[in-house]
Structures are given as C-alpha cells and as structure tokens.
C-alpha cells in the first residue's frame, strides 16, 4: 500500500483532500498504520474511532461490531483508508448507514444472502454517489442520453456537482479507467439536490423503505466534464461498452 501515491489534485478526491493529505503525511512521517494515520483527523464525538483490523472479534459481524462499539476495524489498505476517509468527512452519514445495518443484522440474522435493504447500503456505501445538478442533466441521466447529459448539455455541467460517497468506488479511482461506473442515489421526490450534498441532510435521506426500491442510476464518472482529460473530445462517449444505452 502506497499512500503516497494518492493524486490529490484529482477532482473526485476534492471532499476528502484535507484530511487525506494530513493522514497519508501522518503515515509518511511515523510509519504507522492505516488506523493512526486516520485517527488523527477523527473529531471527538463526531467521529468513530479506527482501530486494527485485529479488534473486531472472530465470528463478529463488521457493522454490528461498529454500532456497538464506536470502533472501526480498519486494514492497512487503500480500502480501509478511502472508508475511513469517507467516515471522517460524512460522519452522520456513515453512522445512519451502519445503523440500518445493524437493525437489520439484528432482524434477519447473518445468511448466505444480505437482502434487499442490506443490499441497498452496500451498493450506497461502497459505489454510491450523490449529485446535485439542473433538471436537464437529472432527466438524460435517468434517460441514459449520455449525448445529451455530457455534449449538448455540457455547460450545465458548471452548475452541478458530484459527490462521489463509495468507498470502493474511491479506490478504485486511485487507478483511473473508463469503465467505472457510480450508482447516483436518486433524491426522494421533493428534496432539495444541493442540501442533499450536507451531511446531516444526507443521513436524513436514508430512508430504508425508499433504499429497498433500489433508487440508483449508473454514472461513468470519467465521464463527468472537467474530471478526465480525454472527454473533451465528444468521441469519448462512442464507447457502448461504457456508455450504454438506455432499456
């Protein structure tokens, strides 16, 4: 794991610049793990605290072991660290994810399969994004009119933005590729897209009856003006592969 290898000057990485920059100098300068590193930037009652990944007891659930106990168990990997990233700039996000989780661990048990609910969080907490965009751009992205959304609507682009929240999503984009693809949460019906970018808001938005209908739509975030070089030219979204149509 090389955290110094972290190109922080990359759009996406624009929420958690801060902090990650004053945990991968933490790392570099005392040789410590994933967990230490992060612990630095955690705010005493806002934000959990990381531990090694050794805390979390054999036969413990992951979540179920956070809610009880404040403590994420945390691996010395690009993983962890965009997770524990993500914990520290949307703490009360994080906490509402892990609190269904857990509500639902408790419910149903731990099977072979999570469940719809279950499913709905991983996909947020893991690929998830948020966007808060003018109505034409929401309208061709629901459409998947990707030539609308990122070439005849171009210059919409200057009054949204795009929160990427998934983790993995995040460490994937450490290694930039064209192919990958974020699942944009749709807003409940009435919320305000730029307060939904809040933290506080955002938790609020959780909703579980609304997450079971699996309100995702597919964004290739390389896609999104201004994040990727080679989108400039409009040629870029000929790749069906990517940019698939609509059903």
Known sequence: MNLAAIDWAQTWLAPYR?????????????????AAALQQGAMPGASPEFV???????????EAHIFQTGTVPTRDNLHD?????????YPKTKRRLNELQSAEIARRGIASTRGPLRDALTLFDENGAVLDAPVALWKALAA??????FVTQRALWAEA????????????????????????????PGADGQ????????????????????????????????????NESPDFYDDAKVFRPGR
Do not use: C
């Open 18 to 34: 801060a902090i990650g920059e004053a945990a991968t100098a933490h790392a570099a300068l005392h040789t410590t793990s994933v």
């Open 52 to 62: 090694p990944q050794f805390d979390l007891p054999a036969g413990q659930a992951y």
């Open 81 to 89: 660290f965009f997770n524990g990233l993500v914990w520290l700039a």
């Open 144 to 149: 998947r009119d990707w030539h609308t959304l």
């Open 161 to 188: 933005r795009l929160l990427v929240f998934g983790h993995a999503l995040l460490e994937k984009l450490a290694a930039p590729r064209k192919a990958l693809t974020a699942h944009v949460l749709l807003p409940l």
């Open 195 to 230: 307060s939904a970018l809040d933290d506080r808001a955002l938790a609020r938005s959780l909703d579980p009856d609304y997450l079971v209908q699996k309100p995702f739509v597919p964004l290739p975030v390389l896609g999104v003006p201004g994040w990727w070089p080679e």
